[in-house]
């Protein structure tokens, strides 16, 4: 027996623009290291396994998988997942809201005209980063520390510090370095000018399995805690565009939107790029 798979482009401006993706439909009966190595053959950023749900409220349950770890939340996987969801079939219970499970809990996502958009998951931890972790980040991004206008936890399951510069072309700008013995997550964020078709630079930084520092096309979780950031420290007060991936050769487009009450939803647009079948992995654990 087989079982279907996909490669999904997410927060995409056109084909072959965004953050791929792999979604395996299945494989429940694996354990975790058989997920783990599968996600490691197909060596992308993430690998989503689909699953039916297992509590109350979710319409389907996502196990979220880097090269080396399992992930309670990402943002790409998030959207990625739940349109190939729908792609497959799947119908939601409410018909304005789909809930996806994961490490994180329930993530509401709701259909945006051709994008699908999810509610910013908390902050696990917030506020401000000390004298010395700034200084840490300055080197690993190989500037000076004052050229950091501010910085703060936006750890929403990755690990991610938010790092303000200020403008998109000193983030577009910025060399880090090329590895680290100890774990990053380096979220860039940078504003462009007044009038332009997107309003934010976004770049994130972080060391890889063996420690190789790497850059991600387009991050989802990043962008989510960026806009819940963004607006608690009175930065944006209303919806905009942020590109990423553009140092990359890449056109992500992230589109973020508010609630009356602040609740910040990460949209973008994903596409299904191939499609096909994998063995029976039953037989792989």
Known sequence: MTTPFSLVDVFHDGPFTGNPLAVVQGGGDLDTETMQAITRWFNLSETVFLLPPSVPGADYHARIFTLDRELPFAGHPTLGACHAWLAAGGAAAAADRIVQQCGAGLIPIRPEGDRLAFAAPPLLRSGPVDAETRATLAAALRIAPEAIVDAAWADNGPGWVAVLLDSAEAVLAVEPVRHSDDRI???????????RPVDWEIRTIFSGAFGTVIEDPVTGSFNASAAQW???????????????????????????????????WIGGRSMTIAAGTLPGLSSLA
Do not use: C, K, N, W
């Open 230 to 264: 963004l607006y608690d420290s009175g930065r944006v007060t209303g919806s905009y565009v942020a590109a990423q991936g553009t140092r990359l050769d890449r056109r992500g487009r992230i589109f973020v939107d508010y609630d009356a009450d602040g609740e910040a």
């Open 185 to 195: 997550e380096i979220g860039l964020i940078g504003a462009h000018p007044a009038g």
